[in-house]
């Protein structure tokens, strides 16, 4: 599967995001090793704090299925510019993901842009830091 139709199934994921507060609605699909391919939308809730972002939903959607092995993450908002992760997903995705693996941000124009795991969150807190 290329970006753009794994960016399709993102398109296809944010239809289905729960957003009364912000209206802001952002998907993304999640590409398994295996070609499988895990939908997520954002999630809100009264409690702001609590709200779900699109690309946490995904990767916890395939951990619940006990899927591990991921090839690449699209996301995909109506952004000016290719829709950005925030802090919190750049965190669980660099804990997830291989730091090698393509992460595709997108609008619903299309435009794309293409970084890995590792340049989306440099200096990242990760498992050595925490076992020393
Ligand atoms: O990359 C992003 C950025 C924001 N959001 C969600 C969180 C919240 O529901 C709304 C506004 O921030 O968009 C995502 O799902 N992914
Ligand atoms: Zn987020």
Known sequence: ???????????????????????FKVGAALLTKDGKVYHGCNIENAAYSVCNCAERTALFAAYAEGD???????????????????????QV????????MEVIMSNIKGEIKVVTV???????FNQEDLNG
């Open 118 to 124: 590792a340049e989306l969150l440099p200096g990242a």
């Open 68 to 90: 591990h092995e991921f090839e690449r993450l699209a996301v995909v908002a109506d952004t000016p510019g290719p829709c950005s992760p925030c802090g919190a997903c750049r």
């Open 93 to 100: 995705i660099f804990e997830l993901c291989p730091p090698q």
């Open 1 to 23: 599967m290329d970006n753009q139709a794994l960016v399709q199934e993102a398109l296809k994921a944010r239809e289905k995001a729960y957003t009364p507060y912000s209206n």
